[in-house]
């Protein structure tokens, strides 16, 4: 309950903005928060997880935070990462090859849905590939 209440700010944010299928539990000293959000919320939390933790360096809240699934083919996407850049592999999963990086924050493009966790992208200098969508938030407007 501990870390429930350090990231409550967190949690209730993501309760008032009908965030889907949200679940909240804490196992082994971390908090996991799941669910599903447009891309507005899911930034919005992101940004307060960023408040509270600035450096991200506690290591103790796992937010998978998917976006809601309107987007289509060919949209913008924004790089929302922690602190690092994102890593573009080869193939969807960790175990395939890094083939590019988009830095934090940058805008890439949505080239197809290869499921619900793996899209490929392609960022303004070509580089294309998979990467884990829990770090792609699409750019509304």
């Given at each position: 309950m501990v870390?429930?209440?350090?990231?409550?700010?967190?949690?209730?944010?993501?309760t008032a903005a009908g965030t889907q299928d949200l679940l909240v539990r804490e196992q082994d000293g971390v908090l996991y928060?799941?669910?599903s959000a447009?891309?507005?919320t899911k930034q919005q939390l992101w940004d307060l997880y960023e408040k509270i933790d600035p450096d991200y360096a506690s290591g103790d809240l796992?937010?998978?935070i998917?976006?809601?699934s309107g987007v289509q083919e060919g949209a913008k996407l924004k790089i929302t990462t922690n602190s690092s850049n994102?890593?573009?592999?080869?193939g969807p999963g960790t175990t395939h090859e890094i083939i590019g990086k988009a830095a934090r924050?940058?805008?890439?493009?949505l080239v197809r849905k290869e499921n619900d966790q793996w899209w490929v992208i392609k960022t303004d200098d070509g580089e294309e590939g998979y990467s884990y969508?829990?770090?792609?938030?699409?750019?509304?407007?």
């Open positions: 870390l429930q209440d350090k990231y409550k700010e967190i949690i209730d944010a993501a928060i799941d669910g447009n891309g507005t796992v937010m998978n998917n976006s809601v994102l890593n573009i592999r080869k924050h940058e805008i890439v493009s969508t829990q770090y792609l938030t699409p750019v509304e407007g």
